[in-house]
């Protein structure tokens, strides 16, 4: 993929300006040689597929073997990749390689981390959009190896009318007006919601979907109940209901038991901490029969 290549060359080309001054100097040109990737501690893995292609745009005859898959959760202490290719590739490519696989299996890893914490609950957990700039495809990827859901990948692929936009348009009945004069009929209308008042309008509105956020663990049990006694009074369907903002890794089960269908939680990639990987070079250094340059990231 030309998108993957050109993010991976920017970030080699970040790490290697004007090449690797350490590398150069200590290892010849027609060296070669062989490192495992080590996981360090427990947890999801994620990004290997990148990782291969790091080596590969530095030395095309590289050779990656990996032992897992994205997705499987490992103990610490697991070998989970082997690169064999020109020593000097292996040396200039090894921080960008990790950098990109510690930080996609930090963020499957506490996506797996919520998951299994509400899986009993039949609830999704979903990611946002509180991504790092230009790798919210990769961070959107790990957390579906992690188990969870992709909320919107841009402002262009649904309607979610949130607290700016009921300002400028004076009220959720007008924003849900204006949307509705203009939006094709695919599409799903959901309201973030702020207070019990927001709630009311938004169900007058007969959106797809409430968004409550930033709601206490008691009001969202009075909220649902709500929410569900109103629908059934007017015989209506229930819409949709989603949760965000104050969720964690001790709240999140008991989120899940009110009986939302979704909850989002901007925390998988704005906050993940990197798992611990390492990559280490293993002894034998060979000569290559052909001595060829490594290939120029630029």
């Known amino acids: 993929m030309k998108w993957l290549d050109d993010l991976i060359l920017q970030a080699l080309q970040e790490d290697l300006p004007f090449g690797d001054i350490t590398t150069e100097a200590i290892v010849s040109e027609n060296q070669k040689g062989s490192a495992v990737i ?7 893995i994620c990004g290997l597929p990148i990782i291969e292609r790091v080596f590969t745009l530095l030395d095309e005859q590289s050779v ?16 989970i990749a ?7 590739a292996l040396l200039m490519g090894e921080r960008t390689a990790l950098n990109f696989l510690q930080r996609l299996s930090g963020i499957a890893t506490l996506t797996r981390n919520f998951v299994e914490r509400v899986m009993p609950y039949g609830v999704r957990i979903l990611d946002t959009r509180k991504t790092t700039p230009l790798l919210r495809a990769l961070e959107k990827y790990a957390v579906r190896c992690g188990g969870g859901f992709n909320h919107r990948f841009s402002l262009s692929d649904g309607v979610l009318v949130k607290d700016n936009h009921i300002r400028v ?16 009929h695919l599409l799903r209308i959901e309201v973030e919601v702020q207070n019990f008042e927001q709630i009311l309008e938004a169900l007058e509105c ?21 929410i569900e006694e109103w629908c059934e009074g007017k015989g209506k369907r229930r819409p949709l209901l989603e949760v965000s903002g104050r969720v964690n890794l001790q709240n999140i089960e008991a989120i899940a038991q009110i009986g939302v269908d979704f909850i989002s939680v901007g925390a998988l990639t704005h906050s993940a901490p990197a798992l611990d990987i390492s990559m280490e070079i293993e002894l034998g250094v060979t000569q290559l029969d052909v001595a060829n340059e490594i290939r120029p990231i630029c």
């Open 38 to 44: 080590v996981l360090k501690q427990d947890g999801v």
């Open 64 to 79: 990656t073997t990996t032992f897992v898959k994205d997705g499987d959760w490992l103990d610490a202490g697991k070998t």
């Open 82 to 88: 082997k690169v064999e290719g020109k020593l000097k």
């Open 169 to 184: 348009a004076g009220s959720i009945t007008e924003a849900i007006k204006r949307v509705k004069a203009k939006a094709h």
């Open 206 to 226: 007969d959106i797809d979907a409430i968004l409550l956020d930033n709601f206490t663990l008691d009001e969202l049990q009075r909220a649902v109940k709500f």
